[in-house]
């Protein structure tokens, strides 16, 4: 028996990082009852310690809550819990798509927010009806009425009747239950149509395979049934349908409207792609859902094990998580100086750091992670186009007509007292300024800004020039053509491939001079004087030297003949020399380590 669609809602939660989307979506779970207050517990929804650690939703969720409104009517709210970083940008473009409002959750004494604006902007695109609601009104810093003004100023969207509330002592949630079931619109669907489903999200579960969430558009979807995936063309017959209360409940049908899962012996997360639309085989939907894309890696590093033992341990963890995460690829490369390992790919800069922690925490491997590069697109004089992710593959500069560089396009919200050094800043790195405007004491800047430029540390800095006020969020724009460089570090004369970067001319004498300074002081001296270079190419463009210990061999000649003393000092520079020429350079693994932490300065 499927839902009348007119009693139910989906929605979603939008809000920056740490505004309090997670407390909100307890609170809701607690105040509809749908978990005890034995099994109740802060960031029920985020199920991995390293979300509930860092306060933020790595993973998109879903919860079904049963809700006795005012009107005496009995409702179902299915809420999705997205991610709210850049990294998840598309899987919370389909999780929008599945609904058909969203609360905006602002913080009433930060106000509105770069992910904030980046986010409710998606919503907004998605057609979806805009609850706006102001959380921590119980804070001696709140400021609902200019707050609502910024959200009018910056969003554009009416705030007049926003919802007050303080998602942690639970005041005036119970008014945000009661806008979800009048202000947001119901989900329209025709359960007699052709089966048409939205793929949400899915994960693994080791004794059911993989679980696939859905939002049913038209149609019904019960158990026996055998469908099809429309990007992927993989055929399936249902073994279970469900929802989740949080805890997995087994239902008969879902119909249109409805967020539910399946399951149907799917071996593998990366045949399920999130945005796929999945209809009966034998009476298909016309046409798939809009706007599916397979998701694209953006930032590649090399992941190798301290311990070169533990290779087989880390290629184990890596094949774990890609269990979970099809959205993150790897694949074997070896390097003179670094042993085996893998050349990973991610969406981005969080997504790597999540990756790598979930690797020495859940797997207790402990990793290097090399300088994490894009991938550049090189034109070459035949007319074919290749792709680089590693700088080490880049081919013979002859050969190479031109190449080119992703852009992005970055808004950054900052206090206007720190304006001047994040704009230096983003001048520093290559942008161009777009866009100025002021929201109140705050200034919003959009720049564009090269990928490779970001990548590195610019968040960090950015952090410290505006003493952690600024926020930051950034979009994908183009490829455009850049003078670009490989930079090679040489030890010894000797090339260090883990070490080599692709870089912009104008920066890499300075990235070059940085690298060996910070070499000089890593390496240890040895019996014989150590070159450490910096090239593009052939032409050397920094250089330092590390001295060699010295064993003073004239110790024992007391008086008698300069001669003697020479005779000594000359066999020992010989010596020497025959060690530069063969002997061989112990570079630690804590001087690779300190050497790829980028430049500071």
């Known amino acids: 028996m499927t839902i009348d669609p007119s009693l139910i809602r989906n929605f979603s939660i939008v809000a920056h990082i740490d505004h309090g989307k997670s407390t909100l979506a307890d609170r809701l779970i607690q105040l509809t009852g749908a978990v005890s207050d034995r099994e109740m517990q802060d960031q029920i929804l985020d199920s991995m310690e390293l979300e509930r650690e860092r306060g933020i939703t790595i993973k998109a969720n879903t919860v079904r809550l049963d809700y006795k409104a005012k009107d005496g009517k009995t409702y179902v709210l299915n809420l999705i819990d997205t991610p709210g970083h850049v990294d998840f940008a598309y899987e919370v473009s389909r999780s929008l798509a599945a609904c058909e409002g969203a609360l905006l959750v602002v913080d009433a004494s930060q106000g509105v927010e770069a992910q904030t604006l980046a986010n409710v902007y998606q919503a907004i695109n998605a057609n979806l009806e805009i609850v706006p609601v102001l959380n921590k009104v119980d804070l001696p810093a709140a400021e609902p009425e200019r707050i609502k003004q910024q959200i009018e100023d910056v969003i554009g969207i009416d705030a007049s009747e926003s919802v007050l509330i303080s998602a942690k002592t639970g005041l005036g949630v119970p008014d945000v239950l009661e806008a979800i079931v009048t202000r947001l619109p119901p989900p329209k669907g025709n359960a007699d149509a052709p089966l048409k489903a939205l793929l949400v999200d899915s994960w693994y579960d080791p004794y059911l395979g993989v679980v696939v969430l859905v939002r049913i558009k038209d149609g019904v979807l019960k158990k026996g049934m055998k469908v099809k995936m429309m990007g992927t063309g993989g055929l399936y017959t249902i073994e279970r349908v469900g929802v989740s209360r949080p805890k997995k409940e087994t239902v008969a049908e879902l119909g249109p409207g409805e967020i539910g899962f399946f399951t149907a012996a799917i071996k593998e997360v990366a045949d399920t792609r999130v945005g796929d639309t999945i209809t009966e085989e034998k009476n298909p939907t016309a046409e798939p859902l809009p706007d599916f894309k397979e998701a694209q890696s953006v930032v590649f590093a090399g992941f190798f094990p301290v311990d070169a033992s533990e290779f087989e341990d880390l290629r184990d963890a890596m094949g774990k998580l890609r269990l979970n995460d099809a959205s993150?690829?790897?694949?074997?490369?070896?390097?003179?100086?670094?042993?085996?390992?893998?050349?990973?790919?991610?969406?981005?800069?969080?997504?790597?750091?999540?990756?790598?922690?979930?690797?020495?925490?859940?797997?207790?491997?402990?990793?290097?992670?090399?300088?994490?590069?894009?991938?550049?697109?090189?034109?070459?004089?035949?007319?074919?186009?290749?792709?680089?992710?590693?700088?080490?593959?880049?081919?013979?500069?002859?050969?190479?007509?031109?190449?080119?560089?992703?852009?992005?396009?970055?808004?950054?919200?900052?206090?206007?007292?720190?304006?001047?050094?994040?704009?230096?800043?983003?001048?520093?790195?290559?942008?161009?300024?777009?866009?100025?405007?002021?929201?109140?004491?705050?200034?919003?800047?959009?720049?564009?800004?090269?990928?490779?430029?970001?990548?590195?540390?610019?968040?960090?800095?950015?952090?410290?020039?505006?003493?952690?006020?600024?926020?930051?969020?950034?979009?994908?724009?183009?490829?455009?053509?850049?003078?670009?460089?490989?930079?090679?570090?040489?030890?010894?004369?000797?090339?260090?491939?883990?070490?080599?970067?692709?870089?912009?001319?104008?920066?890499?004498?300075?990235?070059?001079?940085?690298?060996?300074?910070?070499?000089?002081?890593?390496?240890?001296?040895?019996?014989?004087?150590?070159?450490?270079q910096a090239a593009i190419g052939g032409k050397i463009v920094a250089r330092e030297t590390i001295s060699a210990m010295r064993k003073d061999v004239t110790a024992k000649c007391y008086g008698g003949d300069i001669s003697r003393k020479r005779k000594l000092l000359d066999k020992q520079k010989e010596g020497k020399k025959k060690m530069r020429q063969f002997g061989k350079v112990d570079i630690p693994q804590e001087a690779f380590i300190s050497a790829l932490k980028m430049d500071e300065n």
């Open 328 to 532: 993150f690829t790897y694949e074997m490369e070896t390097s003179a100086a670094l042993g085996f390992g893998f050349r990973c790919g991610f969406l981005g800069l969080l997504h790597l750091e999540i990756i790598r922690e979930r690797i020495e925490r859940e797997f207790n491997v402990e990793i290097i992670t090399t300088a994490p590069s894009v991938i550049y697109k090189i034109n070459m004089r035949d007319g074919t186009q290749i792709s680089m992710h590693n700088p080490a593959d880049m081919p013979d500069v002859s050969l190479i007509e031109s190449m080119e560089e992703p852009w992005i396009e970055a808004t950054i919200f900052v206090p206007d007292e720190f304006l001047g050094s994040v704009l230096k800043l983003c001048t520093d790195r290559r942008g161009r300024q777009k866009q100025l405007t002021y929201a109140g004491a705050r200034a919003m800047v959009v720049y564009e800004l090269p990928l490779n430029e970001v990548v590195f540390d610019f968040y960090d800095r950015l952090k410290s020039v505006s003493r952690g006020y600024a926020s930051f969020d950034y979009k994908m724009t183009d490829y455009e053509e850049a003078d670009l460089v490989k930079l090679s570090i040489l030890v010894n004369t000797e090339p260090v491939d883990a070490l080599s970067m692709v870089v912009h001319r104008s920066r890499a004498e300075q990235r070059g001079r940085v690298m060996c300074e910070k070499l000089k002081e890593l390496i240890p001296r040895h019996m014989f004087q150590i070159p450490v």
